[in-house]
């Protein structure tokens, strides 16, 4: 442990002479300077101090001295006697504390990130930004009560997104976000703070930079539970009979036609990703490898992925086919990046939802009249009627309206583990191309057999009728 002592040495040219700790660490001694000066009547013919003031204050300071060493624990047997005095001298000037502009480093995290990660971190940095008003903001604010407001302000925001921004006088639009932007945003705040924790602070070396953590006390708000995405077979039966439309518009794909292609392909090979048939490489002997771009990096197996393609969807694939070395698809060469390619698909199933619920609702209004004629007069029975209509045709909307690809995905899932085909749910989570925690060490053991999934794609696919493409 270090010890220390005030003395005095050197008359200055004033005749006054400065007070220096001693600091003795390791068998090395070294000298720090003080704002203490004494006087020689404050000394006695040895150069000891004598003055009380003196005394107290430079005890003060050996106190603070002896602080700093608790505070620095076993770290401080390693240092070396000259950086234990430099450590001295910041934590005494109060030149040690630490500093972290959090929006900067955010954005540094983020430019490291793939874009589409960065894309789900961005709108939080910005929503943060409108909160403090400010684009910078120390990291020790961000404290337990700081969280509580920026909880508040999330939840109480109108929404930013598309139309929703602005109204049409130039205020912003009353719809306020929903539950699940209040618990992705804090989750982003949460794993940025995380990341500078981990950079900036040793606790091998007893460096922490950033002591507090104010998730301890905050508890982020769970994310509600979404509406299952999930299609029945009749519904997605009905998007594979959907007619076209024109199939130029502009020069350009017809995001009608894209749309239904796409979510197709993507149900018939398992719920692939868009940004995987954006970047996915020629198929060898009827079957597709890739490397599933969502969690290829954080995968010790690359999170690699082998489809067999069934001859219900060949057309499709034929229609779409790249004729360069690199894609399977021509995807690339119309849409500048996976993120706008997805973009297209979901506003096309825009579209498509809509018309599909219009020709749901027309079928619902037809058994509606014809069951009102069938009916007797009395007013309960045609009253039991129209409530079964309205209720259907209330889930049909419902249903429709937030059609997007990922539902296909969703779908895929959910009617393989169906009592209809009855794959057993290890086989689905396969499937999907998932980790199980419980079963790495196995893994490792046992070769994968790629066969068992397309056996569990066809048997899914062979509940439909795909004549649509296979005649056309």
């Given amino acids: 442990m270090a010890t220390f002592k005030a003395e005095v040495q050197n008359k200055r040219a004033d005749g006054t002479y400065n007070v220096r700790i001693r600091v003795t660490h390791n068998r090395q001694v070294r000298r720090m300077s003080t704002n203490i000066y004494a006087k020689q009547a404050d000394l006695t013919k040895g150069l000891k101090i004598k003055n009380p003031d003196i005394i107290n204050a430079s005890s003060k300071l050996i106190s603070q001295c002896i602080t700093i060493c608790n505070d620095l624990s076993f770290s401080i047997i390693s240092m070396s006697i000259d950086d234990l005095v430099e450590a001295l001298k910041a934590k005494l000037k109060g030149e040690d504390r630490f500093r972290l502009d959090f929006i900067k480093f955010a954005r540094e995290e983020m430019a490291k990130m793939k874009r589409g990660t960065a894309s789900v971190y961005l709108p939080t ?12 903001i120390d990291i020790s604010r961000i404290d337990a009560e700081f969280l509580r407001k920026f909880e508040t302000f999330i939840e109480n925001e109108p929404s930013q997104r598309g139309s929703n921004r602005k109204s049409t006088n ?11 932007a209040v618990s992705a945003y804090l989750t982003c705040i949460r794993a940025l703070y995380n990341k500078a924790r981990e950079k900036y602070n040793d606790e091998d070396r007893g ?152 020709v749901c609702i027309n ?7 014809t069951s009102l004629n069938k009916a007797d007069s009395s ?40 009592s209809v085909v009855g794959i057993d749910k290890s086989t689905v989570h396969e499937a999907l191309n998932h980790v199980d925690d419980k079963m790495k060490i196995t893994d490792i053991y046992i070769d994968r057999d790629w066969s068992v999934i397309w056996e569990a794609n066809r048997k899914v696919l062979a509940l439909f009728d795909w004549s649509f493409f296979l005649t056309s």
């Fill in 125 to 136: 940095v910005n929503a943060l930004i409108r909160f403090i008003n400010q684009d910078s």
């Fill in 170 to 180: 130039g205020k912003a639009d009353a719809k306020a976000k929903g539950g699940r």
């Fill in 207 to 358: 460096v922490i930079r950033i002591p507090f953590y104010p998730f301890k006390k905050f508890k982020i708000k769970a994310e509600p539970r979404t509406r299952k995405r999930a299609l029945t077979i009749e519904q997605i039966q009905s998007i594979i009979n959907l007619p076209y439309e024109n199939e130029i518009v502009g020069g350009r794909w017809n995001r009608h036609n894209l749309a239904k292609d796409c979510f197709l392909i993507s149900f018939a090979l398992v719920g692939m990703n868009s940004a995987d048939l954006y970047h996915c490489k020629p198929m060898r002997h009827n079957i597709i490898m890739y490397n599933r771009e969502k969690t290829k990096d954080r995968r010790d197996d690359g999170a690699e992925m082998r489809l067999r393609v069934e001859d219900c969807i060949k057309s499709l694939l034929q229609k779409y086919r790249s004729n360069d070395k690199d894609h399977l698809f021509s995807f690339h060469k119309h849409y500048a990046d996976a993120q706008n390619f997805n973009r297209a698909i979901n506003k096309g199933l825009k579209q498509i939802g809509d018309k599909i619920k219009e």
């Fill in 363 to 369: 079928q619902i209004e037809k058994e509606r009249r």
């Fill in 379 to 418: 007013a309960q029975e045609r009253q039991k009627i129209n409530a079964d209509a309205d209720r259907k045709i209330e889930e049909s909307s419902r249903e429709y309206d937030d059609l997007e690809y990922y539902s296909a995905r969703h779908s895929w899932a959910t009617i393989a583990r169906s």
